[in-house]
Nanobody, 115 residues
Framework: QVQLVESGGGLEQPGGSLRLSCAAS????????MGWYRQAPGKQRELVAH???????NYADSVKGRFTIARNNAKNTVYLQTNSLKPEDTAVYYC?????????WGQGTQVTVSS
């Protein structure tokens, strides 16, 4: 049974930071491309960042220079360090695991940026 469990979301002030974590089980984690997506109310889900099995990363233009994705294969965990948060970063953040036609999603964690 595949599980992706996100944690680390919450309420943060503009300019603040949060570290999101996604713990995976039931997959050979090191083989998967891992990604973070987000969905704001009334908007489509969008890619935030992903990291390949080889460690290559890709970011949405809106978060470049502020967010960093990293993975720890020994812990089957992917992280998203979010810095310089803006109100427009408010969304539910979802963890994604992707290998060829195999795609899995976590349940999401809410990030709210507000003063």
């Amino acid at each position: 049974q595949v599980q992706l469990v996100e944690s680390g979301g919450g309420l943060e002030q503009p300019g603040g930071s949060l570290r999101l974590s996604c713990a995976a089980s039931g997959i050979t984690f090191s083989m998967y491309t891992m990604g973070w997506y987000r969905q704001a109310p009334g908007k489509q889900r969008e890619l935030v960042a992903h990291i390949t099995s080889g460690g290559n990363t890709n970011y949405a233009d809106s978060v470049k220079g502020r967010f960093t994705i990293a993975r720890n294969n020994a812990k089957n965990t992917v992280y998203l360090q979010t810095n310089s948060l803006k109100p427009e970063d408010t969304a539910v953040y979802y963890c994604n695991a992707n290998l060829d036609r195999l795609v899995y999603w976590g349940q999401g964690t809410q990030v709210t940026v507000s003063s």
